[in-house]
């Protein structure tokens, strides 16, 4: 097995298990791999360092420098984005493609009023908007829609 510090192109870091290297590059060809905080698919690996003991045999040996860990900042920050995504996602309803239809039908009191997520294009976010209708253009990571390990 092989863990890999992966890194997305909105430089968020992550860790990924393949069984080699090969599996890794595969599954990544394949549009497999995705970044678990922002979702984007372009995922490239990161530099990390092996542990290395340095010394003769006596004493301690050196620790593992990892240069592909986020700092504690980062980190506690992507934590908290996939804490409040998962919620999101517990916390809705996903109508897919029907967002903007659905938003105005409980804007208007014609459906039952509760938090709803979905997809809209550009023009049907604008509209809702000048509507008055209050929506967050929000991308969540796919794997969040199926069930979370």
Not at 22 to 41: I, M, Y
Not at 43 to 52: D, E, G, H, N, T
Not at 129 to 146: D, F, R, T, W, Y
Request: net charge negative.
């Amino acid at each position: 097995m092989r863990v890999l510090n992966l890194q997305c192109r909105n430089q968020h870091v992550f860790e990924g298990w393949f069984a080699s290297e090969d599996d890794f590059l595969d599954q990544r060809e394949r549009a497999l791999v995705e970044c678990p905080v922002c979702g984007d698919g372009s995922i490239s690996k990161r530099l990390s360092a092996p542990r290395l003991n340095l010394g003769s045999g006596r004493g301690e040996p050196l620790p593992a420098v990892d240069a592909a860990r986020p700092d504690g900042a980062e980190q506690e920050m992507q934590l908290a984005w996939m804490a409040l995504a998962r919620r999101i996602v517990a916390n809705t309803d996903d109508v897919g493609d029907s967002f903007a239809e659905e938003a105005r039908k409980i804007y208007y009191g014609e459906a039952k009023e509760r938090g709803i997520r979905g997809q809209a294009t550009r023009a049907e976010t604008e509209s809702l908007i000048e509507e008055g209708i209050a929506v967050m253009p929000l991308s969540l990571p796919v794997a969040l829609k199926g069930q979370l390990q």
